[in-house]
């Protein structure tokens, strides 16, 4: 398989794996139970990408029908927060300290977003720039 071809399948194979992985668990939306119907969620939404956390403790979905990004608290097994990303985000990279540049199709732009945390856990997704790309 070439490389290209890999780069352009894994993301979509991680976004699968962690759906089937929060389905087959108790989750939450906030305070709401999502073990049954995250996958309707999930495909109403319409994720595009994914990005992990080095420890594995949170995730951010690139929601591109909703035009949105959920960071999920892997830990707690629970979707923390959703963020509008207007634009179609479709692609998505990690920076250090815990920041996101995120590609939005339709409006030509490249978002930058910090995950913050409180008392050690993923609580919000905080938008810091927008870059325009043309």
Known sequence: MSTNRTRILAPRCAIAALAWMLSAAMVSFGNEPLSAGLMERATYRGPVDLVLADDESWAVTLNELSDTLSLVDLAAQRIVVEVPCAGRPAACARLPDNELLVSCRNAGLLRRFRVEY?????????????????
């Open 118 to 134: 409180h008392d050690g856990r993923p609580v919000d997704l905080q938008s810091v720039v927008d870059i325009t790309t043309g």
